[in-house]
């Protein structure tokens, strides 16, 4: 699962194979990659379903930027937490590089922020704090990261936003992409497409191209939490408006908008503090800021569990969701499965020259050919000689020694009769 749930691209070719994945459905596509849902082929681990981000071309051509997109993938995939989406593999193939991930089946908060809308769902705000507090917990695991030296690896996220924060069925909340962004960033000028793609949750000083810290990322988290509260998108192009990375740079956050939450000064508060233009009048780490948010939550009885968000999203999307990757899922199977046209095509040998395979799983008797194998057995004991040749006609000197032994035996029956009446 990753941004965006859109219809498979024939244009893609789907199914297809890609490496040592295969690739059945399109679900994305932003200014950075291409995003699909993938399987990996079976094997003693079993085959799995997993996310496949294949870097567009236009930036993994300069060998420099493709290095830094190694390195920050090797860096980040030390990271493993409940809250953070795993990367498993990174790689090149067929000049293409990529990056293979956890999958995680069900939407992200962008889809689930655009279904609200569309369906006219309102989104409990203790689902909105949960996704918050559960994303702040992410970063707060990726900032401390240290590595063997014991030495913090200073990692900073640089591109929290709702296509990158995932919502699982079972109402879990992970945070994907660490790295990517900041090897984009360090490395060549970036295209405007992947620029406006980033910029609505961009820090200022991140939108300057400055350098940034934790503090950065935390400011963008402020945005998805004003934007949740709100209703609406904090920037927004149109006319008479600035550009989307003009007004990030900027960095003029408006009050929200009054919605009768509980204790709403004290919770319009902590998002003040989290989007200060300055970084130093911020929340100085991600944990200060969950701080503040679980004392407001828990003093509010606003917690909710991963159980009830989980029945929330299955109730008005998962299901649909799961249910269309599923039928994808299983149409990729017999494609692949079933003969090309090209084999299909091909002439048939005469099935006397087609090579027979033995069964590996099979004996050596049975693997045998079938010229070679013994008869059935009857269920009587067959002797291992050879049966006896069928009697002959007897030879003519055996018939000359019968003759000899009868005459003799006569001859024999004749003296002692004439010497018995003696």
Request: charged fraction near 25%; aromatic fraction near 6%; charge should be neutral.
């Amino acid at each position: 699962m990753a941004a965006g749930v859109l219809a498979p691209g024939s244009e893609e070719g789907l199914p297809r194979r890609f490496g040592p994945y295969v690739l059945f459905d399109k679900i994305g596509e932003g200014g950075m990659a291409r995003i699909f849902l993938a399987r990996s082929g079976g094997g003693l681990g079993g085959e799995r379903l997993l996310v496949v981000k294949e870097i567009l071309p236009l930036l993994a051509a300069s060998s420099d930027m493709s290095q830094l997109l190694v390195d920050e993938a090797k860096l980040c995939s030390d990271l493993t937490h409940k809250n953070v989406v795993q990367v498993t593999d990174l790689g090149r193939e067929d000049g293409r590089l990529y990056i293979a991930m956890e999958y995680v089946e069900g939407l992200d908060l962008r889809e689930l922020l655009r279904g609200c809308s569309q369906k006219k769902i309102p989104l409990p705000v203790e689902f909105s704090l949960f996704v918050i507090l559960e994303t702040l917990r992410a970063l707060e695991y990726a900032h401390k990261k240290k590595g063997p030296d014991g030495r913090p690896l200073g990692i900073v996220h640089r591109d929290v936003s709702p296509s990158n924060v995932l919502l699982s069925v079972e109402g879990e909340v992970k945070l994907c992409d660490f790295g990517i962004a900041r090897a984009l960033t360090t490395g060549d000028a970036l295209p405007e497409e992947a620029i406006q793609g980033k910029a609505g949750y961009m820090s200022p000083e991140a939108a300057r191209g400055e350098s940034v810290d934790a503090r950065s990322d935390v400011f963008a988290v402020g945005i998805l939490l004003w934007e949740l509260l709100a209703g609406q998108r904090l920037y927004r192009s149109g006319a008479g408006r600035a550009t989307i990375i003009a007004q990030a740079r900027e960095g003029l956050i408006p009050d929200l908008p009054e919605r009768g939450y509980a204790d709403e000064p004290r919770l319009f508060a902590i998002v003040r503090r989290a989007v200060q233009r300055e970084a130093a009048a911020r929340y100085q780490s991600a944990q200060e800021m969950l701080d503040d948010l679980e004392a407001y939550v828990a003093d509010n009885r606003l917690v909710a569990s991963p159980l009830r968000f989980g029945d929330f999203l299955v109730e008005h999307f998962g299901a649909e969701i799961v249910a269309r990757r599923r039928e994808r899922e299983r149409a990729a199977r017999a494609e692949i499965a079933a003969p090309s046209p090209a084999d299909e095509a091909a002439p048939t040998k005469p099935r006397s020259e087609l090579p027979t395979l033995p069964d590996p799983n099979a004996s050596a008797l049975t693997a045998a050919r079938p010229s070679d194998r013994p008869p059935p057995s009857s269920g009587r004991r067959i002797s291992s000689r050879p049966p006896p040749a069928p009697p002959g006609p007897p030879a003519s000197g055996a018939n000359n020694w019968i003759i000899v032994v009868v005459v003799l035996l006569v001859a024999a029956a004749i003296a002692l009769f004439v010497f018995g009446r003696r």
